[in-house]
């Protein structure tokens, strides 16, 4: 699997707080939470946001609350994949139970610049920045985890136990 | 190589002999719990798993403790919502406004999580429960699902970091402090996936109390959980709140932690974490000329009843700044009810705070004391980010209830060491 688009790009411990208020958590239907996805930090983002997009941040990234509705905001906004350098626990096993796709590269991480065209080739685990010629090595996912992709997210996964 | 005491516990739940830091396992589930926001979300995902009975009816957790009382017609939904399935799965342990209280506060004191449990719950600082010497930890709506429709959960097993804790802290030095200490050295990322094992001859000078909010705000330094081991204070409060058998696990002396650090509490001063990030403590020494707004008293992090008994102390025969605004809430109807009985809310009124229901509401910026635009608040609870309580330019200042009580007082960040010899 591949996905390809333009970066936005932040810094570190972007927190489940600003990704999506808790004044917004009264719903959980994700094309409503996506209008307010990342607003306290960047009110440009969900106006500038085009299917495919990629979001880049560094250290920590979804640190905070274990609230869904963080990666569900980020999916419903069109973002196709985050990179990190490092991501927060919970949002870490979130992401991948909702099937948003996320990837660590503490390089890609670091040379990634906001509007950059970036490729993931989740097979292989490399990150192509297309805008700048590198190639970026990510971390490859656990075979657990690899199970979790394949059938799209945690729901699937439970369905052939229940 | 030996085993800490949360891959102990993950290894029995998991049915293993031994388990090594990065190994995958599935483990079985001694409670799930959700509230109001997380829970709505987890019954959707349940349903669309195929499941339709929870795994046990006595092992799901679902506490409306967020949005309520009901603050909106959204909210009410919500509420709503998960009402009605707690009642047609007879889920047992839904507790509904008039016996609930903030969840992390309210299922140890209900006696639903001991010693040696695996619990997760779809809110970050299920963490809490560590203090009690079981393993427990957040996470988010799907996997709250998967555990109420299989009772198992997958984790990948965590490495340790050692927080050895010795001396005995002073007087106004508490369990939030030394947390603020802890996560103000590590970082906000100092744990990440890890676990922190508290050890040391200082934990019996620490109250449970001072034990809950210190594996409470674990989550804060970024870790999987905040553990302690179980001593007679603990098996007192396990004892006295439930009747369910316990097992105490300890860590293998030839454990492997890949850090350790030692927190002498007796040099300790009371700590207060500035906006916007928890790490960015100051001791109150430090912290300069903050004018405040607003102060909180509560939250799973610090209401309790100590919590609550540490800010009446402060605030007794004294009167809360003019045009400042004091809003206590104690964590739990049954916490309500002692501090009316110790006279402390008699205490928290005459000073001129407002006392309220138990309420996640004003910790995460829902309801019951939202701040303004430019306005600052001081609060006992957990996390002071960017618009957390409110307004995007607001800003938390993370503290013990001594401090937030002294504060309240003051009109500003202020010592409750200085307010012994009257307001200076």
Redesign the interface.
């Known amino acids: 699997m591949k996905t390809k688009g333009r970066v936005f790009k932040y810094g570190d ?1 972007i ?1 489940t ?2 990704i999506i ?3 917004y ?4 239907d994700p094309e409503e939470l996506k209008k307010h996805c990342m607003e ?2 960047d009110k440009e983002f969900i106006k500038d946001v085009k299917p495919g997009d990629i979001i880049v941040g560094q ?2 990234f979804g ?7 963080a ?1 569900i905001a980020i999916k419903a906004s069109g973002i196709s994949c985050v990179i990190a350098e ?1 991501f ?3 949002f870490y ?2 992401s991948f ?2 099937g948003l796709p996320i990837i660590e590269s503490t390089e890609a991480a670091e040379k990634i610049e906001a509007g950059d065209e970036v490729e993931v080739d989740f097979d292989n685990g490399k990150i192509k920045n297309i805008t700048k010629g590198e190639t970026y090595k990510a971390q490859s996912y ?3 985890i690899q199970k979790i992709i394949q059938r799209n ?3 699937n ?3 052939a ?2 | 190589m030996g085993m800490t005491m949360t891959q102990k516990i993950l290894a029995e739940h998991a049915g293993v002999k031994c388990v090594e830091p ?1 190994q ?1 396992i599935e483990a079985k589930l001694d409670m799930v719990l959700g509230n109001d ?2 829970g ?2 987890a019954i ?2 349940f349903y ?4 339709n009975k929870v795994f046990h009816k006595d092992k799901v957790a679902l506490v409306p403790d ?2 309520t009382p009901n ?2 017609i ?2 009410a939904d ?1 509420c709503k919502y998960m009402r009605e399935f707690a009642h047609s799965q007879g889920v047992t342990n839904y507790f509904e406004i008039g016996e609930m209280g903030i969840e992390h506060a309210l299922l140890p004191e209900k006696g639903l999580v001991v010693a040696g449990d695996v619990v997760i ?4 600082h ?1 963490c809490t429960y560590g203090a009690l010497g079981a393993f427990s930890t ?6 709250m ?2 555990g109420m ?2 009772g198992e959960s ?1 984790f ?1 097993v965590p490495s340790a970091i050692k927080l050895n804790l010795i001396g005995k802290p002073s007087k106004w030095v508490s369990g939030k402090d030394i947390i603020l200490h802890i996560i103000g050295k590590i970082g ?2 100092g744990a ?2 890890k676990s922190m094992e508290f050890v040391g001859d200082g934990i019996k000078n620490l109250t449970m109390d001072d034990r809950f909010t210190i594996s409470n705000m674990a ?1 804060e330094a ?1 870790a ?1 959980n905040g553990i302690f081991p179980v001593d007679e204070l603990t098996k007192d409060y396990i004892k006295s709140h439930s009747n369910r058998a316990f097992k105490i696990y300890e860590a293998d002396t030839d454990a492997f932690y890949d850090e350790e650090y030692t927190i002498d509490l007796s040099i300790l001063r009371p700590t207060v974490s500035f906006p916007h ?1 928890p790490e960015n403590t100051r001791t109150i020494d430090q912290v300069g000329e903050v004018n405040l707004d607003q102060v909180v008293i509560g939250s799973c992090t610090n209401g309790r009843i100590d919590d609550l008994r540490a800010a009446a102390k402060v605030l007794k025969g004294k009167k809360v700044k003019k045009g400042l605004r004091a809003i206590i809430f104690p964590a739990t109807q049954s916490i309500y009810l002692q501090a009316m009985e110790e006279g402390l809310i008699r205490i928290f009124i005459e000073a001129g705070a407002v006392v309220s229901t138990p309420t996640c509401g004003p910790c ?3 309801h019951m004391g939202i701040l303004a635009e430019g306005e600052r608040c001081i609060a006992t609870t957990n ?1 002071n ?4 309580m409110g307004h ?1 330019k607001s800003e938390v200042y993370l503290a013990s209830p001594a401090v937030a009580a002294a504060s309240a007082i003051a009109g500003k960040i202020y010592n409750p060491e200085k307010l012994e010899g009257g307001l200076r």
């Open positions: 411990n927190d707080d600003v208020p808790a004044r958590l009264s719903t959980a306290d930090i250290k920590n640190c905070g609350s274990s609230r869904e509705h990666p490092s927060a626990r919970i096993r979130n139970n909702i656990p075979e657990f997210g945690l729901v996964y439970i369905k136990k229940v | 990065g995958f926001i997380t709505p979300v959707k995902e669309k798993m195929g499941a967020h949005f603050k909106d959204k909210s919500q719950g779809a809110d970050s299920t957040g996470v988010g709506s799907t996997d699902a998967a429709a299989t997958w990948k906000v990322d990440l996936y989550i970024g999987k990030i995460l910026g829902g996390r980010f960017l618009g957390r995007v």
